[in-house]
């Protein structure tokens, strides 16, 4: 299997809070030992987006419209990407991918689907 697997989602009521996981595949470790790492996701009806990226080393970056509630960490001995979300608002609802940035169409997995609703 070449390709990342995200796991964690679920229907959360808004207030509450997430943590995604993501995980490479043996054949594609590599990638991400090299690469920086991205959250992204698309909700219904809309364009995929850039969540966020990490680096191999270093802290994490956010698009501006994400700062504040989300946090992206990794690690690397695990081969591992994780979103934590707080507060989360039903505008949140969507699917979550993880994949190197700029994003590598290849190796996209099937996604977790977060659902904020009451």
């Known amino acids: 299997q070449v390709q990342f697997v995200e796991s964690g989602g679920g229907l959360v009521q808004p207030g509450g809070s997430l943590r995604l996981s993501c995980r490479a595949s043996?054949?594609?470790?590599?990638?991400?030992?090299?690469?920086?790492m991205g959250w992204y996701r698309q909700a219904p009806g809309k364009q995929r987006e850039l969540v966020g990226s990490?680096?191999?080393?270093?802290?994490?970056n956010y698009a501006d419209s994400m700062k504040g509630r989300f946090t992206i960490s990794r690690d690397n001995a695990r081969k591992s990407l994780y979103l934590q979300i707080s507060d989360l608002k039903p505008e949140d609802t969507a699917v979550y991918y993880c994949n190197p940035v700029p994003h590598s169409g290849d190796l996209w997995g099937p996604g977790t689907q977060v659902t904020v609703s009451a």
């Open positions: 990490i680096a191999r080393v270093g802290s994490a």
């Open positions: 043996r054949a594609i470790t590599s990638v991400f030992n090299s690469y920086t």
